[in-house]
């Protein structure tokens, strides 16, 4: 069995859906900003803050390519399809899952959320990083599920139904 990875921009419901879907399907789910700040020792903010984005994008690359064969379903951060390499083990190693979400979507599920570092620039940085993403998705993606107005578990069969869980 592949490992599977959900990508999407912040808010699409990358861990929501993952935990669903790892539940239902038996198998070990991963968040990978958990895994991130177990391995740092901090929370995301913080090491964007101390350490940069470049920073984080090396050690979320790092931590990434431990799961790329343990059989598992990760929900990677929003912004890991930044890192070339990273993009390149989401090809090279995972069932990609490309969650994708209006922008407007968005803007409304994280109108009150202050703990994303990206997220907190003006309306026209936000958008501007969403339309720069979208591409980087579909670059990495093997299958893509629209969540617009779709609950997790219609989007979890969806997708099951879609993937062999053999």
Partial sequence: MTSIALIGFMGSGKSTIGYQLASQNHRKFIDLDDEITKFEGREIATIFAQDGEEYFRHVEEKILNQFSEANVI???????????????????????IWLEVSYNVVENRLRLDDTRPLWKQSKEQRQALFERR?????????MRVSVNERSPNQIATEIEGSISFI
Avoid: P, W
């Fill in 74 to 96: 990760v929900a990677t951060g929003g912004g890991i399809v930044m890192n070339q390499n990273s993009r390149e083990i989401l090809k090279n190693c995972f069932h990609t």
């Fill in 134 to 142: 979208q591409g980087l998705y579909e670059e990495c993606a093997d």
